[in-house]
T-cell receptor, first 113, second 115 residues
Framework: AQSVTQLDSQVPVFEEAPVELRCNYSSSVSVYLFWYVQYPNQGLQLLLKYLSGSTLVKGINGFEAEFNKSQTSFHLRKPSVHISDTAEYFCAVSEGGSYIPTFGRGTSLIVHP | GAGVSQSPSNKVTEKGKDVELRCDPISGHTALYWYRQSLGQGLEFLIYFQGNSAPDKSGLPSDRFSAERTGGSVSTLTIQRTQQEDSAVYLC?????????????FGSGTRLTVV
């Protein structure tokens, strides 16, 4: 069965600093991987996804993530964050053929001026 | 519509009362999902609809929870005899089809508070 672990519940960072939000998954089959962002009082918005091919995936708002099969990880990175990036970030995994992805518990990114 | 619409955005109810939460998915999206987001928790899958097929109810936490989807479009999640532990944000999402490759479009959710 698939599972997702987001190792940090909260990540504080200063504006313009780089950030990495960690995500590890557990699955015995091929997977699709997603990162979603949730701004306050809003629904989740897809940031990026890995389906196949290049392991480095670029998404919206300058975010990127790298799929590492040997480490079973899909960490999200941004080289320079803005105040507006303050939000909750969710990693999700879907095993090939599964209709229902599993979401992590979320990481709260807090960007300080 | 342009996005997934959920109503009401906030609902306060007394313990023991029934509530209905509505989701209007994106036009043309055949797959519809309900999730529950509790404080400090991730998203908990509740139920999934795909077209006219029987829904996948494997995530419903108890028989007090039920959902229907009429005409392959609007969905209603019903919670009977609400309990305080039902307090959460209920999120609806839709997708073009069952293949999760497309990712989901989420609504803004309904914040349910049971007092």
């Amino acid at each position: 069965a698939q599972s997702v672990t987001q190792l940090d519940s909260q990540v504080p960072v200063f504006e313009e600093a780089p950030v990495e939000l960690r995500c590890n998954y557990s699955s015995s089959v091929s997977v699709y991987l997603f990162w979603y962002v949730q701004y306050p009082n809003q629904g989740l918005q897809l940031l990026l996804k890995y389906l196949s091919g290049s392991t480095l995936v670029k998404g919206i708002n300058g975010f990127e993530a790298e799929f590492n099969k040997s480490q079973t990880s899909f960490h999200l990175r941004k080289p320079s964050v803005h105040i507006s990036d303050t939000a909750e970030y969710f990693c999700a995994v879907s095993e090939g053929g599964s209709y229902i992805p599993t979401f992590g518990r979320g990481t709260s990114l807090i960007v300080h001026p | 519509g342009a996005g997934v619409s959920q109503s009401p955005s906030n609902k306060v109810t007394e313990k023991g009362k029934d509530v209905e939460l509505r989701c209007d998915p994106i036009s043309g999206h055949t797959a519809l999902y309900w999730y529950r987001q509790s404080l400090g928790q991730g998203l908990e899958f509740l139920i999934y609809f795909q077209g006219n097929s029987a829904p996948d109810k494997s995530g419903l936490p108890s028989d007090r929870f039920s959902a229907e989807r009429t005409g392959g479009s609007v969905s209603t999640l019903t919670i009977q005899r609400t309990q305080q532990e039902d307090s959460a944000v209920y999120l609806c999402a839709s997708s073009l089809d069952t293949r999760t490759v497309y990712g989901y479009t989420f609504g803004s959710g309904t914040r349910l508070t049971v007092v």
